[in-house]
Every structure is written in structure tokens, then in C-alpha cells.
């Protein structure tokens, strides 16, 4: 289906490293590419999802704004960061006025957070997709009102925080996602169609600056999600900063190969590598070890991998070793159309892997909840 021009949003996500920003014009021939484009922000603007910087961000965000002369001012954007949490709970909706009150009464067993300090957004899945759980009783289930209701929980001055960095710039925050979800969004339009496949579960990991987000979907439908896990590439970053005694872009450039690395840096920075690699898959492979056990009939056939991070040299390999799951690239530009003459397709392929939560955010809807 179509979105009319005036309801397309642009898909702006903030992310620690830098802001990607993705317009998509969806109509009867398909979706087609409009904008794209990248601006990294200052070391330190966000951390750990919060907003440090504000007036920074908002000058970086002006400014792609600018450059890529985009003219829609209505924006979604998407949250995480450890001020986020969503989570799958169950919930009796045969009361359908009461339905807010009792999510709300019943997420807060499962939120760290004052309830009173964050706002709540639930969505109610639906009852085909009960997926077997070892302690569940499906067949009472089924005939009962007790629904699978994904539960989402985000600090209210974080929210505000980005709120006010948009309205800064004048700038309309219509949707307000969070990143794992627009990035199952993201794969439901890219995904290489596998018939044999189709029913099955799927793991998607964003690797990004500061965090690693996981959501484990089957059928288009979430079965687990980590919106954050505390790991990614800055990381590396930073201890090549400290043992190197380098600053934050020459660390970068030494990590992504873009400044030689002598004979006396080799060691210190294999060492590095490896190691922050191994706690990347360790903590990976601890979620889905919990799915397993939470869900004993399931297996992941396919690990779809984004962000940044994930171009670290013999990542995936090691990934798919550990896990004994094949690893493949989230290309979230594969079914786009791609006008060639306006896009440097090669400035594509190199920016895919951190552009997925953008692309996902861009098939928001202003009619969409
Ligand atoms: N080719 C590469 N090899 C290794 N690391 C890379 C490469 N390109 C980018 N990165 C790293 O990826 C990270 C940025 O990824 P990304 O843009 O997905 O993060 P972000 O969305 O801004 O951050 P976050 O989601 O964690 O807030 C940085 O740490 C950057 O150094
Ligand atoms: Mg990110």
C-alpha cells in the first residue's frame, strides 16, 4: 500500500555516532529513494542515550536538513539507550476500557523505573501469533482474553530531551519509534525471499556506537527484544585511545583502516579488537540462549547483523562460529529504487549497514499509531 505524499514522514535516527537521515517516496510503482544522507556529531553529544549536547545535535540535524534540501518538516525518530525498555508481557484484555489501566498496572512489576516517570505505549498482538512457551498452557489460551501485549517504557525527560531538539529546529516529531523495532521495519522490506524460511525465526542485531540492540521476530512479529545492551564499537574506540595515547578520530581511523598501523601498534590493537569482539558475541549469544529457553521449539535459522560496528574485520565470521547460525547483512537500500544518477551507489553499499534504523523510520506513517 501507498503512503499519500503529505502523510510520509522523514526517518531521522540519532544515533550516538551520527545522525542518518532517509526519505522514501512510496507510491504505486514502489518505494523509491529520495534523500539520504549522513553527519557525524561531536564526540560526547549523547551518552548512553541521553541527550548531552542538545544545541549541537540540533545545529548537525539543521544543517542535513540544509544540505539535502528536504522539505518535510514532519520527522520520525526513534529511542533507546538504557532509559528504554521493551517487553513482552501478558495481559487479560476482556476488559477493553480498562485495557490501559491494567497494562499499566501490570508493567509495573516489570519496569526499574518510577511508573509516574515514564509514558507507556503498548501494542496488543495478535492471538494467531501465541508462539510455544514450555510454562504456557496454549490451549486455555486460546479460548481466554490473555494476549501477548508488547510493552514500551521510556523515561519522559529523555523523551522530552529529543522532543525539544527537533522543536528547536523547527522540526514536527510525529512518531516517536524505538530503534529495534524500526529496524524489524526495515527488514520486513528488505529481506531476500527465502520460501523455506518464511515461518521461521530470525535474529536482527544492531551493533552501533554505544549500544547492541537484539529483537528476535518470527513472522514478523517480535519474540524478544534488548533495546540496549552496553557494547559497541566506541568501545574499541576508546581503549585504542587510552593504550595508544591517539586521540578520538586518529582511534577511529585506526580501527576502520583508514590510517596504517605500525609494528609496535599491532599487537595492542589486535588484542583490543578481540577482545571487545568476544563480549559483543558472548552477550549475543546470552539473549539467544534465553530465547531458547524461554521458547524450547524455536530455533534461529538466520542472524540478520546492522550497524556501524558490524564492518569489523572477522565480526561476523566469529559470530556465526559461535553460534553455529549463519550471519548475513541487513541491506535495508536492497528493494528500494535507486535512482543511479542521483546516488552514488557505492556511498550506499558503505553506509547500509548503519542506515537500517533510518530506513525503517522512513516508512513511517503520520496515520500510524
Ligand atoms: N568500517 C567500519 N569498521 C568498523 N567500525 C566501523 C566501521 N564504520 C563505522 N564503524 C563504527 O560504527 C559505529 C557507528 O555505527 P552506527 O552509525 O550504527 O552507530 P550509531 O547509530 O550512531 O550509535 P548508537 O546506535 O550506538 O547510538 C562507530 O563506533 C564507528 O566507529
Ligand atoms: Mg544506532
Known amino acids: 500500500m501507498s503512503i499519500p505524499r503529505k502523510k510520509q514522514l522523514i526517518g531521522l535516527d540519532i544515533g550516538s555516532f551520527s545522525i542518518k537521515l532517509v526519505e522514501i517516496n512510496h507510491n504505486k510503482k514502489g518505494r523509491r529513494l529520495k534523500n539520504f544522507g549522513v553527519a557525524l556529531l561531536p564526540e560526547g553529544a549523547i551518552v548512553e542515550g541521553e541527550i548531552q549536547r542538545p544545541k549541537e545535535i540540533s545545529s548537525v540535524i539543521k544543517r542535513l536538513f540544509h544540505n539535502l534540501k528536504v522539505r518535510n518538516k514532519k520527522v520520525a525518530i526513534s529511542i533507546s539507550g538504557f532509559s528504554v525498555i521493551a517487553k513482552k508481557i501478558k495481559v487479560d484484555i476482556s476488559d477493553e476500557e480498562g485495557i490501559e489501566k491494567t497494562i499499566r498496572d501490570k508493567a509495573e512489576e516489570y519496569i526499574p523505573f518510577d511508573i509516574d516517570d515514564v509514558n507507556l505505549d503498548f501494542d496488543v498482538l495478535e492471538p494467531e501469533h501465541f508462539f510455544e512457551q514450555d510454562n504456557v498452557d496454549e490451549a486455555s489460551e486460546e479460548t481466554s482474553n490473555v494476549r501477548d501485549v508488547m510493552v514500551v517504557a521510556a523515561k519522559k525527560d529523555i523523551v522530552n530531551s529529543y522532543m525539544e531538539i527537533l522543536e528547536d529546529i523547527r522540526l514536527v516529531p510525529v512518531i516517536m519509534d524505538v530503534d529495534m523495532f524500526a529496524l524489524q521495519n526495515a527488514f520486513e522490506i528488505s529481506k531476500p525471499w527465502d520460501p523455506q524460511n518464511e515461518d521461521k525465526c530470525i535474529a536482527l542485531v544492531d551493533i552501533g556506537a554505544e549500544k547492541i540492540g537484539i529483537n528476535i521476530i518470527k513472522e514478523n512479529i517480535s519474540l524478544f527484544t534488548r533495546v540496549s545492551c552496553p557494547f559497541g564499537g566506541m568501545q574499541i574506540t576508546g581503549q585504542l585511545m587510552s593504550k595508544l595515547k591517539v586521540g578520538f578520530e586518529e582511534a577511529e581511523k585506526i580501527k576502520t583502516g583508514g ?22 558475541v558472548r552477550e549475543i549469544k546470552s539473549n539467544i540462549d534465553f530465547v531458547y529457553s524461554t521458547y524450547p521449539d524455536e530455533s534461529i535459522e538466520k ?67
Not at 262 to 275: C, H, L, P, R
Open 303 to 369: 542472524i540478520f547483523v546492522s550497524g556501524g560496528a558490524i564492518g569489523i574485520a572477522g565480526f561476523k565470521d566469529y559470530l556465526s562460529m559461535e553460534t553455529g547460525i549463519p550471519v548475513y547483512d541487513l541491506n535495508p537500500f536492497a528493494n528500494l529504487i535507486i535512482d543511479e544518477s542521483r546516488f552514488d551507489i557505492n556511498y550506499l553499499n558503505l553506509m547500509a549497514p548503519q542506515s537500517a534504523v533510518a530506513v525503517g523510520l522512513a516508512l513511517r506513517s503520520v496515520d500510524d499509531k
Open 259 to 280: 590510517r596504517a598501523i605500525n609494528e609496535n601498534e599491532k599487537d595492542t590493537v589486535e588484542e583490543i579488537v578481540a577482545s571487545v569482539v568476544s563480549e559483543w
